[in-house]
């Protein structure tokens, strides 16, 4: 499963999310405006995360809304 590659805790940067989450940069940064995605942490000027457990949940969240349909 794609979602193992991903750690199970600590933080990921958006190419690790965006080599699971099949959107583009443009639409993954509307989605977390949205609120569709979980939101950033910004380490630095130039380094923003995710927690490697928000984007499990999201992951598993979107598994559920796609078996739904």
């Known amino acids: 499963m794609l979602q193992n590659t991903l750690p199970n805790t600590g ?9 699971v989450i099949p959107v583009g940069k443009s639409t993954w940064w509307s ?27 999201l992951i598993a969240r979107l598994a559920q809304e796609g078996a739904a349909k």
Do not use: C, M
Request: charged share 20%.
């Open 11 to 19: 933080f990921v940067r958006l190419p690790q999310i965006l080599s």
């Open 31 to 57: 989605g977390v405006k949205a609120g569709k995605y979980p939101a950033p942490i910004k380490l630095g000027a130039n380094t923003t995360v995710w927690k490697a457990e928000d984007i499990h949940d």
